[in-house]
Nanobody
Framework: QVQLVESGGGSVPPGGSLRLSCAAA????????MAWYRQAPGKQRELVAG???????NYADSVKGRFTISRDNAKNTVYLQMNNLKPEDTAVYYC???????????WGQGTQVTVSS
């Protein structure tokens, strides 16, 4: 089992910044990727940013240039730095761990991000 614990959500005005953290614990598969997803009310969950199998990063078009995903392998932690936040970024943000050799995806409990004036 893998546990993903997110933190760092909150409420900010437009143009503000937040940094999300996701700490993984438990039996973490040796080969896996991690990513951030979000789900706004009435919408499907969507990929925000993630690491590819080769270790590169990919981003949703809507967040390119504003969000940065990074990781600290020693701490089994992934971060999402979000700058110049917009009201349309308001959503519950979820951390995801996907084993590359099969097995279930793991999800965190989600952290709310609200961007409002």
């Amino acid at each position: 089992q893998v546990q993903l614990v997110e933190s760092g959500g909150g409420s900010v005005p437009p143009g503000g910044s937040l940094r999300l953290s996701c700490a993984a614990a438990g039996s973490i598969p040796s080969f896996s990727t991690m990513a951030w997803y979000r789900q706004a009310p009435g919408k499907q969950r969507e990929l925000v940013a993630g690491f590819t199998v080769t270790g590169n990063t990919n981003y949703a078009d809507s967040v390119k240039g504003r969000f940065t995903i990074s990781r600290d392998n020693a701490k089994n932690t992934v971060y999402l730095q979000m700058n110049n936040l917009k009201p349309e970024d308001t959503a519950v943000y979820y951390c995801n761990l996907r084993p590359l050799l099969g097995g279930p995806n793991y999800w965190g409990q989600g952290t709310q991000v609200t961007v409002s004036s």
